[in-house]
Every structure is written in C-alpha cells, then in structure tokens.
C-alpha cells in the first residue's frame, strides 16, 4: 500500500472514463482489478464539507494542484489524513509549503467556483503511526472561514451510524479506474459500512496493512464495486448526516474481498479534544 499510495499522491489524479460512460448510481459492477465502479458525478452541493487539498507548486495547474481530499469540521477547521502530509508527498513539512490551500464549493478543479482558502498551520495527529495508518489524520486551520453550511458534524463514539450495514457516501476527485484515472470534477460512491470482523479478515496483516478497529472502520460492499481510490485519502466518508470516517487506504480499489479503510472519526473526536485539554493524543490500537 505504501508504495502504490506514495505514487498515487505524486502523479495527481482524473475519474473515470469507465464513470462518464455509465454515470449511474449503483450501476452494476465491473469485475476488472482495480475499478472503482458503482461511483457517480455528484455537484459539490450535494457533499458541501468535500474539499480539495491544494498545491500548485508541487503538483501542477492541471487539476487545480489537487492531491488529497479534505472535509469542513468547523468554518475554521479541516481534517485530512496524516499521510497526505508527509513530507514524501509534500517535499517538506506542510507548514513550509507556501501555496498549500483548501479548495471549497467546487465541483469542476479547474471552474472558479468556490473559494480558494490558504491553510494557516497544519497539525499531523502526534500519534500516526506511518508503517501501521493508525492514527491517519491531521487538522488543518485555515486562513479564512467556510460558510457554515460547508459543515459537517462529526460523529463520536458509540454513534449509531458506525452500525455495520449503514449506507454512506464517499465522496472526492481521486481515480476512478485504479489506474490513474485521476478526476477533473467530484465524484461520490456509495458504501456499506462493514462489520469489524469481516475487515480484520480482508486485512489480518500484510503488505497493504492490519486493520485495526479501534482507531479504522471499513467499507465496501461483498461482491466488490464501489469504492475510495488514490487522491481521495483524506476525503469524507458520511452516514447519516454525520462524518464517520476519512479515506486512508485499501488494497487496490473496488477489489472483491479488500474494502477500502477509513480513519475512525471518533478517533480524530477524542484526539482534537485531548489537544484541547492539553494533552498528547494517546497511542491507541497497534
Ligand atoms: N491512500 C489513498 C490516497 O492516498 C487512498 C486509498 C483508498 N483506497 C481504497 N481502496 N479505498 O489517496
């Protein structure tokens, strides 16, 4: 996973031609290795809290510099995943990359719509564990606020929309074919939550990871389809009306039998509370 992921961040993304030809909802499953299938076109008004991380100097104009995905926690605060950050994909800490913004209410990268937003200080969860994933967030402050309806609230532990079976959305501009595909315009799949077990079970060790239920949920569906793919890491996974999960990684995408593995949001929840009370977010899972 690492090295796939790695690659996938550095050579920026586009969705899929597989997508513009069947632009379904729910549309039937394509068996190729590494499809996404099953995701569809949505407007950014339909998933307002999706933003796009942003930098043109280390990723180019062609898709607007976008790299990863993002979500609109407070008109302040945006969450991603720690990995987007690392310096192996930014070139240097983040807080040393000049032209890194967060790009809102907009669906077409290169459209004006929207706003452009400079990220003023960038905070890796202390305990991401870059071998493992856990821990695979990092907050954001941004220069300017979001309006209000771009947010979206987090759901925290013990939260019925963790339920295994719940339907969700996953929404960004990452690839669409597994194969660098990497999309010009937003796209959204839809999810079912999984039941723990059946995620340690695709995923008890190995190259591409160990899944971890305490701080990783995952999603998918049985037979394989709709899934997140590189670019969308960092992005939101929604049930519910609430936040539950950011897309951190998978093996392949849409494959049958290795759904894609989100950041568990109650997880980021206990840890911006720990750094509000002043204390490092304990290491947790592993
Ligand atoms: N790590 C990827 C990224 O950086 C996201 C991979 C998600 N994969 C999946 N099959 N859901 O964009």
Redesign the pocket.
């Known amino acids: 996973m690492r090295p796939s992921?790695a690659r996938?961040?550095i050579r920026p993304l586009v969705l899929a031609a597989t997508l513009t030809a069947i632009p379904l909802v729910g549309a039937a499953p394509v068996a190729a290795d590494s499809v996404v299938v099953g995701g569809f076109p949505i407007d950014v008004s339909q998933a307002p809290w999706t933003v796009a991380l942003s930098s043109r100097d280390r990723f180019g104009g062609t898709r607007a510099g976008q790299f990863?995905g993002g979500v609109a926690v407070a008109r302040t605060t945006v969450i991603t995943a720690a990995?987007?950050l690392a310096e192996g994909v930014l070139g240097a800490p983040p807080n040393r990359v000049r032209d890194l913004k967060v790009i809102a209410g907009r669906t077409h990268l290169l459209s004006s719509e929207g706003q452009e937003i400079a990220v003023q200080d960038a905070r890796v969860n202390p305990g991401y564990d870059s071998r493992t994933n856990t821990g695979d967030f990092a907050v954001l402050t941004l220069a300017k606020p979001l309006p209000q309806s771009a947010v979206v609230a987090m759901a925290g532990a013990g939260d019925p929309a963790y339920k295994p079976g719940t339907q969700a959305l996953v929404s960004g501009w990452?690839d669409t074919t597994g194969e660098g595909a990497y999309a010009r315009r937003l796209y959204a799949a839809h999810v079912s939550v999984l039941p723990d077990d059946q995620c340690a079970r695709a995923y008890p060790g190995g190259p591409d990871g160990t899944f971890q239920a305490g701080s990783m949920l995952c999603a998918g569906e049985a037979a394989g389809g709709p899934?997140?793919?590189?670019?969308?890491?960092g992005g939101p996974l929604v049930a519910a009306g609430r936040l539950i999960g950011l897309?951190?990684?998978?093996s392949?995408?849409g494959r049958q039998g290795s759904p894609?593995v989100y950041t568990r949001v109650s997880e980021v929840v206990r840890g911006l509370d720990a750094a509000s009370a002043g204390r490092k977010l304990p290491h947790k899972g592993s």
Do not use: E, F, R
């Open positions: 992921l996938a961040l990863c990995h987007c990452g899934d997140a793919c590189q670019g969308d890491s897309v951190s990684w998978g392949g995408c894609g």
